[in-house]
C-alpha cells in the first residue's frame, strides 16, 4: 500500500511539474528592473498576469527572469548555456543588443551572438522568441538603422517570433515614463511595457501552455 502511495505520489509531481513550463527571460537593464524595488519591473509583473489568466494553459507559466544589468549580447551567448541546463525553458525570451549599439559594437558581431543563442535554445527546446531593440539617432543613420533592420532580419532567418520594439508607447513622453537617466523605464512605465509584449506573447504561451497541460 505504501509503494502504492509512493508511486501515485511521484505521478502527480510529474503531472503537475509537466504542467509547469517555464518562460526564461534573458535580458538586460530594462529585463532586470534597473533603478525599480524588487518585483515592480515588467517581467515580475507578467508573471502576475499570467497566473491572474482563467486558462491552464497560462496560468501555470512560471517565469524567471535571469537578465542582467549592462549585459551584451556577446555576454549573453556566454551564460545562456548555463542559465538554460539550470531552467530547463520551454521559452527563451531574449532582450538583449541594446548595449551593444550603444556601445556602437559591430552589428554583425550582434547579429551572430543573437543566431547562436536562438539556436542554442531551440537545441535546449526552448522556443526562442527575439525582442527588437532600437538605439537614439544621434548614432547616424546609417548605423541606426542597420542595428534596428538586424532584429527583423534575424527574426526571419531563424524563424522566430519577433517582439516589436516595447518602449515605443513610451516615446512619446519620455518626461512621464523614464527615470532621470533617460534611458530606463520608471516604474509607472512597467504595466505599458507588459502590455506591449503581452499581443505577441500571449498566443505563443497559450500553444506551449495547451500542449503541457494535455
Known sequence: MRRAACVLCGLLFSLSAAAA?????FGDSISAGF??????????LLDTKLKAQSSPALKNWSVVNVSVSGETSGGGLARLPAALAQYHPQMLLIELGGNDGLRGQPISAMRA???KMIVLGAAAK????LMEMRIPSNYGPLYT???TQ???????AQHVALVPFFLMPLAADRARWFQDDGIH???????????AVWPTLQPLLMKLGAAAVR
Do not use: I, Y
Not at 538586424?150 to 526571419?156: G, I, N, P, W
Open 185 to 195: 523605464p520608471n516604474a509607472a512605465a512597467q504595466p505599458l511595457l507588459v502590455d
Open 126 to 129: 526552448a522556443q526562442p522568441v
Open 145 to 147: 538603422d542597420h542595428f
Open 21 to 25: 513550463p517555464t518562460l526564461m527571460v
Open 35 to 44: 533603478g525599480l524595488d524588487p518585483g515592480s519591473g515588467w517581467v515580475a
Open 113 to 115: 551572438n543573437l543566431e
Open 150 to 156: 538586424t532584429f527583423a532580419a534575424v527574426a526571419q
